[in-house]
């Protein structure tokens, strides 16, 4: 079993609509949980960083962590075709510790 | 801020030669900096960790003579993919962490390469 299951998809949903992409791990020293997103042919950009369980806004976006349950979720909110991208969920034991990434979860909004 | 940049984006040679690619951060100094090896539709995965002024840690399975990576200064990081080979195609991506956190990691663009 891998440390981090991401659904590669794709994910393909109508402008508008609200998104939602996961991950589940084993790990139970992780601690820090990030959400990236990465356009095609591009280097991977960091959308959300969070570092406890609950929720975390920004924009049209939320990361939610379920420690307990060992899983995260990113929700995309009137969802438009700029979204449309590969989305990778990464993680991590601290600071010092070097993350680890899902396998990305490709999402495809069309109008 | 936190910008990266790497070079070129884009390589194509012919195998047996050898192609370095750059990774500057361009607004923050970084102490550590990290290579990834994408394949389409695949993962990010880590090939070595860079800290400025020492040698690479490399992963396990990934050549350090043949994946050469030079940490010069603050800014600049060097992976030089020596004798490529056709195996040896794919999506190099650098990123840099400002402070002492690994978290906190900002990608350059990627450089594909092609050998032929």
């Known amino acids: 079993q891998k440390e981090v299951e991401q659904d590669p998809g794709p994910l393909s949903v109508p402008e508008g609509a609200i998104v939602s992409l996961n991950c589940t791990y084993s790990?139970?020293?992780?601690?820090?949980f990030m959400w990236y997103r990465q356009y095609s042919r591009k280097g991977p950009e960091l959308l959300m960083y969070t570092y406890s369980s609950g929720n975390k806004e920004d924009g049209r976006f939320t990361a939610q962590v379920d420690k307990s349950s060992k899983y995260i979720s990113l929700f995309i909110r009137d969802s438009q075709p700029s979204d449309s991208a590969t989305y990778l969920c990464?993680?991590?034991?601290?600071?010092?510790?070097?993350?680890?990434f899902g396998r990305g979860t490709s999402l495809i909004v069309h109008p | 801020g936190a910008v990266v940049s790497q070079h070129p984006s884009r390589v194509i040679c012919k195998s047996g030669t050898s192609v370095k690619i750059e990774c500057r951060s361009l607004d923050f100094q970084a102490t550590t900096m990290f290579w990834y090896r994408q394949f389409p539709k695949q993962s990010l995965m880590l090939m070595a960790t860079?800290?400025?002024?020492?040698?690479?840690?490399?992963e396990q399975g990934v050549e350090k003579d043949k994946f050469l990576i030079n940490h010069a200064s603050l800014t600049l990081s060097t992976l030089t993919v020596t004798s490529a080979h056709p195996e040896d195609s794919s999506f190099y991506i650098c990123?840099?962490?400002?402070?002492?956190?690994?978290?906190?990691?900002?990608f350059g663009p990627g450089t594909r390469l092609t050998v032929l």
């Open positions: 860079s800290n400025e002024g020492s040698k690479a840690t490399y």
């Open positions: 790990n139970s020293a992780f601690q820090y």
């Open positions: 990464a993680m991590g034991a601290g600071g010092s510790y070097i993350p680890t």
């Open positions: 990123s840099a962490s400002p402070g002492g956190s690994y978290n906190e990691q900002f």
